[in-house]
Structure formats: structure tokens, C-alpha cells
């Protein structure tokens, strides 16, 4: 079975240390996979490398068993099978609900069809089975981003994810500036939305919402330092994580995964 994402010793610079360094990584079709670790660990930068956003400096990275495509026109192409939930949500606050689900169909439609969807209303009965299967009053289709509640802003970003039809999701600490009630909500929402053959890579601050996944990926230093079930993942490694020791044992001081020194939490995130 051809992987969704691949990445074979891919390392991206820093400035004292890589920010990435030697990631082996393969993601299945219907596999949800959590991305864990302190601030300053590699987890923005690894996700942007999944996305196309950051080169890296060694290795390789593949989407569906491809390499990034050489012409502009297949690069957006191969973007488009690309969905990410940053932790923002990119609405755009002046445009219609309806303009921003039709926003994550640009790569496909291109500038003519694009301009379009700002002057009429386009595909409506996609955009409003889309609201209907998130619990969204299809009356919304109409009403500006800058209306609705944070609920409400939350769906329509998944939404239009599901309106891109991307085989790959990324997810940004989506949960980060949520309230709790919310927060398992949404991902309830991502982990079942998140089925072969869509692949999910989300990275969590919150160590207690990864029953949910399939896998967890720890990451210290910009280097994988776990991999496996939830349920393998002990206290202990889990402490490790986020402080200046070793997951494995062997003992290092902390320092942010660019070298600033940024990864030294007391704490665990929720403890």
C-alpha cells in the first residue's frame, strides 16, 4: 500500500542545531496520528515540511508515493491533496461562509473560476451538505466569517477541508485556544472525519486527548523520540518529553530544537 506521507532522513537546518534532524516517517491511509512534544521540538517544522512549505535540507519527502513536482502547475496540483487546520483557522473574515469552503477548491479550479466565486454564489448544494454533515444551519452559507461564534467558526474550517477532499490532514495544535467542552468536540469531530483513505497528522498539547489516535509521535530536539500506541506511551516517557532528559534515558540538558534553549517546561501540558 503506497504511503499517504512519506519523509526518509529529512533534516532542516537551525541555527545552532537542526530543527529537523534524520526524520524516518509513513503514514498510512485511515491512520491518526498525534504529534507530541515540548515547545520548540519540531513540530511546526515538521508539519510545514508535510505540507510543502519548508524544503528540507537532506532527504525526502513524498505524497503518495511522489516526490514534490518539478512544474508550478503539478506543485499546486499536489497541494491540493494537502488539507491543513492551522490553529488560526486562514478564514478570511470578509468573505461569505460559502466564498471561504469554495476558497479550498482554488488549485483545482484555477484564476478564472476563482474570480467567479467572489462576485456569485458557486456549487451551493456541495456547500451546504458539507454545513448539514457538520451541524451547521445551512443558512450560514451567506452570513460573513466575521458573524459567527467560535463554534461556528471551528466547523466551517473543517468544512472546508472536506471541501478540498484532501488525502492528507494536517492540524496545527487546532485545540490550543479552545475551552475543554470544545476542544474534545472538535477533535471528535477530525479523528472520525479522518478515514481511509485521508490520513491525519495533528499535533496536540495535550497529552490527555490521545486515546482517540492510532499512534503518537514524541518529538525532542527535532528528532523522533517516540513511536507508538497511546497505550505504550508510559508517564515516564511522556515526562521526558517535556523536560531535559532523554525519553530513552540517556539524560540531556534541554534546548529548544534550534538551540535557543526554548524547551524546558516545568511541567507536562494538563498536569
Known amino acids: 500500500m503506497t504511503a499517504v506521507l512519506q519523509l526518509d532522513g529529512v533534516t532542516v537546518a537551525g541555527r545552532r542545531q537542526p530543527r529537523l534532524d534524520g526524520i524516518n516517517l509513513r503514514l498510512e491511509p485511515g491512520e491518526r496520528v498525534a504529534l507530541i512534544g515540548a515547545s520548540g521540538a519540531g513540530k511546526s517544522t515538521l508539519l510545514a515540511v508535510a505540507n510543502g512549505l519548508i524544503a528540507p535540507q537532506r532527504g525526502q519527502v513524498r505524497w503518495l508515493g511522489e516526490p514534490q513536482a518539478r512544474s508550478r502547475r503539478q506543485r499546486r496540483l499536489q497541494q491540493a491533496r494537502i488539507g491543513t487546520l492551522w490553529q488560526d483557522l486562514r478564514l478570511i473574515e470578509e468573505l461569505s461562509v460559502q466564498q471561504n469552503l469554495n476558497a479550498a477548491c482554488l488549485a483545482r479550479w484555477g484564476w478564472p473560476r476563482a474570480l467567479l466565486n467572489l462576485l456569485i454564489p458557486l456549487d451551493s448544494q456541495a456547500c451546504a451538505r458539507l454545513l448539514q454533515r457538520l451541524d451547521l444551519d445551512v443558512g450560514l452559507l451567506n452570513q460573513p466569517v466575521s458573524c459567527l461564534s467560535g463554534g461556528q467558526r471551528q466547523r466551517v474550517a473543517i468544512a472546508r477541508l472536506l471541501r478540498q477532499q484532501p488525502q492528507l490532514v494536517l492540524a496545527d495544535e487546532p485545540l490550543a485556544s479552545l475551552d475543554p467542552r470544545l476542544a474534545e468536540e472538535l477533535l471528535s469531530l477530525l479523528l472520525t472525519l479522518s478515514e481511509a483513505p485521508r490520513a491525519l497528522l495533528l499535533s496536540l498539547h495535550r497529552p490527555d486527548l490521545l486515546a482517540g489516535f492510532d499512534r503518537v509521535i514524541g518529538l525532542r530536539q527535532g528528532r523522533i523520540a517516540f513511536d507508538g500506541s497511546p497505550a505504550a506511551l508510559t508517564a515516564s516517557q511522556l515526562d521526558a518529553l517535556y523536560a531535559g532528559t532523554d525519553p530513552n ?19 507536562r501540558p494538563g498536569s
Open 249 to 267: 534515558g540517556t539524560g540531556y540538558a534541554g534546548t529548544g530544537a534550534d538551540g535557543t534553549g526554548d524547551e524546558q517546561p516545568s511541567a
